[in-house]
């Protein structure tokens, strides 16, 4: 069956030549002496029990990076090309694993943690304060649509295209 799929994608050009898997051509040349078919009983053997509850696999450091992103906005891009580049939920991870083993007082670690990234020039911005700054430039961009002509420079400044304006405020 896999035989007959990579043979059609190569057909296709959906597989390209060079692509190819390298058991394609040792399959062409020795082919199996009889034919293989997927039984019932095979099938059976290879399928999941769904009964069964899975189990969860928690690490330690999964509680903090759980903490890390429900308190922090994570504003620096990864970079998935470089496998060097660390993301800031890995520095903060680290920065806390490093900070445990030197016998910090367990109540104040995460502070320490956040405090000394912050010293190492880390943006650590909360959900809070960007849901702040997003309110303050909405309440600055009305406050910016309300004003008129006049209110900035008073009744003695008219020019033909602001006296337009303000007859069109005016009548609404």
């Known amino acids: 069956m896999i035989y007959l799929r990579v043979c059609g994608l190569l057909r296709s050009g959906a597989l390209k030549e060079e692509d190819k898997p390298l058991w394609l051509d040792i399959y062409k040349v020795f ?27 928690l690490y330690p450091e999964d509680m903090l990076r759980a903490h890390f992103n429900q308190t922090y906005a994570s504003v620096e891009p990864i970079d998935m090309t470089d496998s060097s580049s660390v ?69 003695t400044y008219k020019s033909e295209e602001d006296s337009i304006l303000i007859d069109n405020d005016e009548k609404t």
């Open 31 to 57: 082919p199996p002496k009889t034919k293989p078919q997927l039984s019932q009983e095979t099938y059976q053997s290879n399928v999941v029990e769904i009964d069964k509850p899975l189990t969860q696999i």
């Open 87 to 155: 993301s800031q939920s890995q520095r903060f991870i680290q920065k806390y694993m490093d900070l445990r083993k030197t016998k910090v007082d367990r109540s104040s670690l995460l502070d320490k943690t956040v405090s000394a990234l912050r010293m190492e020039g880390m943006n650590l911005t909360t959900h809070k304060e960007i849901s702040q700054e997003s309110k303050a430039r909405k309440l600055k961009h009305e406050t910016r649509e309300k004003l008129k002509v006049t209110d900035v420079f008073g009744e």
